[in-house]
């Protein structure tokens, strides 16, 4: 445990001591379940198929769970379900797709993966790897008549802590070229966070909570984008 612990704090400078608990305590649960399966398992087996219903579904990370989080919830009456996991690689959201966006039946998906990818949370990746991840996805979510959105990788800032040494901007940038490449060459509908929360290489510190999540403020900059990217995927 104590070596485990300093590996952990090699990785993750200036975190607390209950920080690094909370990173233990994570990678504990990667360990009982890899794909966290059982996280939304038993809600979508809850899910009733309403008829001629433009269902979403959001596949992400912590960006995209916090903001089911923030005040006035995620997109409040529309039929969009959050199905981001924090901490998550790409993948691990392409071991539950089947489960969490297939089993939905939604008309589109909006899949935002790489930051997690870029900062080692579950070992190096490289760009080439990640790529092939979301690929599989997209040609998961083609064969099942899903409509696809590919969504930028968000900034960061060392705003709280040093968060630009694991998650560098080059790398962010870097990914979001291709991201932006494959979805233009594949008919991917392009969303673009990354323009509303960056200034320069880096998160503006008024949109965000940590550094690295959208607070409130970053989350109703991002909101629009997503509603016009949806919209233009259900139009293809």
Known sequence: MVSLSAGLGAQNEGLTREQ????LDAYRRVLLDWGSL???????????LKPGENRVVFLGDEITEKWGEVEGGFFPGKPYFNRGITRQTSAQML??????????????????AGLNDLGGVMGPSSEATIGEHLMSMVDLAKANGIRVVLASVTPVCDCTRVLTKRRSPGR???????LRDFAKSSGLVYLDYYSVLGEGRAMKRELTVDGLVPNAAGYAK????????????LAK
């Not at 059982?38 to 009733?48: D, I």
């Not at 962010?172 to 291709?178: C, Q, T």
């Not at 991002?222 to 995927?233: C, H, R, Y």
């Open 20 to 23: 690094l608990e909370q990173e």
């Open 38 to 48: 059982t996280r939304y398992g038993s809600e979508n087996a809850e899910v009733k």
């Open 222 to 233: 991002m909101t629009p984008l997503a509603e016009k990217a949806i919209a233009e995927a």
């Open 172 to 178: 962010i940038l870097g990914l979001n070229g291709w």
């Open 95 to 112: 071991v539950r797709f089947r489960q969490d966006v297939i089993g939905l039946k939604p008309k589109v998906v909006v899949i935002q």
